[in-house]
């Protein structure tokens, strides 16, 4: 063995403690840090040594990361870094994600089951945190755009099979043109039929509600009568990026009853809606779809990476993810994951999801979600307020979706979020035409004294840009 890591090896508890307390003294250190820390000095990220010939062991590269690295990675943990709907890791979920690299499974083999059965188990619970029916079953993935790409490479086979043909077998062309209808989808749906062979251009934009971004049910009903006898997918967001807003998806339901699609509902953190009593009916008719993505690393906050794919039709799931090896599990009526996603390696990532979900169970998270909901409504409200800024649409759940009042250009809007960088982090968007910001609140951490830092800093700011 290395000399070194064999060192390392005599001393791993020592090593392990010495880690612990440098991760400890990062998250002690949250509320003080900024929460995105200035621009490195000039030549600094371009000046990457050689690889060491011989290595310096973990203390010291401990160290050289505390000195070089850890100074320039944002505060994306903490209660003010609003961007991306970013979550944080609740004590239980960190603790579940240092496991998950000390037992270190490929859990997608039920050769070596107990990682399998773990994530099982952690699906039901989810399902039952988000009021599904035991008609769907569930897969972990490694982000919203993996789960999206997930289940519509199952409504691809699903269309070859109301066509007669299988695209897992022969090919996205077997399926000739492809219809996907959707009012305002999230990017990575396009990505994802661009991966899936599909296209980005089966992607078709159906009218939103006026002043909305959910999508019109009749405007859908119209464009579903445009290709009869062609089966199509539906794609219906259960919160929308820019403002949160819901599909109606009993509506779109029920236009089943007239049309033939598959019903994929992007719910990425706006299935955690159905936490709250008082927000649940947004996710109604959420069970009705045929496959959901929901993110967990957003709104659940599990560290990264780390979200649920849902489908009713796991059968189908399986014909396009199978994989044949000897040393693999059967296929069967319960396949193994490796036959679930597109991933043969699958990390553990169910267990920090597990840890958090046993931890604080359905009422701590309810607390989480509701409290940053409220949190949301105290920025709106403030920045309503305020005369340097205007709000675009209602606070409908956890985003703020805002403007400057007077000459609200992309180029100032930039200067206002490098001014306020140190105090809070929110994120670039367009809505309705109009260079905006978007504050999206999904941290565990997040209080109403957050709030009123992250308002006075946007107005001094705004202030001082003029």
């Given at each position: 063995m ?24 990062t ?23 050689p690889?060491?010939e ?75 945190l ?5 008609a ?9 755009t ?5 289940g519509l490479?199952?409504?691809r ?14 090919g ?24 899936l062979g ?6 078709v ?8 971004e ?10 579903l009568?445009?290709?009869p ?8 967001n ?6 949160v ?12 009853e ?28 959420l ?10 690393h ?9 979200a649920?794919?849902?489908t009713?039709?796991?059968?189908l ?8 090896a ?14 679930l ?9 169910a ?23 409220a ?11 305020d ?5 675009l ?52 951490r ?21």
């Amino acid at each position: 063995m290395d000399r070194t890591l064999a060192a390392d090896l005599a001393r791993l508890p020592e090593l392990l403690d010495a880690t612990r307390d440098a991760a400890a003294a990062t998250l002690a250190a949250l509320d003080a840090r900024p929460v995105v820390p200035g621009a490195p000095p000039e030549g600094a990220a371009a000046a990457t040594p050689p690889l060491p010939e011989r290595g310096i062991g973990t203390e010291a590269a401990l160290a050289a990361f505390t000195d070089r690295w850890a100074p320039r990675l944002s505060a994306s943990a903490g209660p003010r870094y609003l961007g991306f709907v970013t979550g944080g890791a609740t004590p239980a979920a960190l603790a579940g994600d240092w496991l998950t690299a000390a037992h270190d499974q490929n859990s997608n083999s039920s050769l070596d089951g107990g990682g399998q059965d773990l994530e099982r188990e952690t699906v039901t619970w989810l399902r039952e945190l988000f009021h599904l029916s035991a008609a769907h079953t569930g897969t972990f993935v490694s982000g919203a755009t993996l789960s999206n790409t997930t289940g519509l490479a199952i409504a691809r086979e699903w269309l070859g099979e109301r066509l007669g043909v299988s695209p897992a077998e022969d090919g996205a062309a077997a399926l000739g043109p492809v219809r996907v209808l959707s009012g305002a989808p999230h990017s990575s749906i396009a990505k994802a039929l661009s991966v899936l062979g599909l296209g980005r251009a089966a992607l078709v934009p159906v009218p939103t509600l006026p002043g909305r971004e959910a999508v019109d049910p009749a405007a859908l009903d119209r464009a579903l009568a445009d290709a009869p006898g062609r089966p199509a997918v539906v794609v219906a967001n259960a919160g929308t990026v820019n403002t949160v807003d819901f599909d109606d998806l009993r509506a779109i339901a029920a236009l089943r009853e007239r049309h033939d699609f598959w019903l994929h509902t992007d719910a990425a953190f706006g299935a955690f809606a159905a936490l709250s009593p008082a927000h649940a009916h947004l996710t109604a008719g959420l069970d009705a779809s045929d496959s959901i993505c929901v993110d967990l690393h957003k709104w659940l906050n599990v560290p990264y990476d780390s979200a649920v794919q849902f489908t009713r039709r796991r059968d189908l799931q399986a014909r396009v993810f199978q994989n044949a090896a000897a040393y693999l599990g059967p296929l069967g009526e319960n396949p193994d994951l490796v036959h679930l996603t597109p991933e043969n390696s699958h990390r553990l990532r169910a267990l920090a999801a597990w840890f958090t979900l046993r931890a604080y169970g359905r009422e701590g998270h309810r607390e989480i979600v509701e409290r940053d909901i409220a949190c949301a409504r105290s920025l709106g409200e403030s920045l309503t307020g305020d005369p340097y800024f205007t709000l675009l649409a209602p606070v409908r759940l956890n985003v703020v979706c805002f403007t400057l009042s007077q000459t609200p250009t992309a180029a100032r809007l930039t200067a206002l979020r490098e001014a306020a960088g140190p105090e809070v982090f929110v994120t670039p968007t367009t809505y309705a035409g109009t260079p905006a910001l978007r504050a999206a609140f999904s941290n565990w951490r997040t209080t109403q004294a957050d709030v009123r830092r992250i308002a006075q800093a946007l107005h001094t700011a705004a202030k001082e840009l003029g």
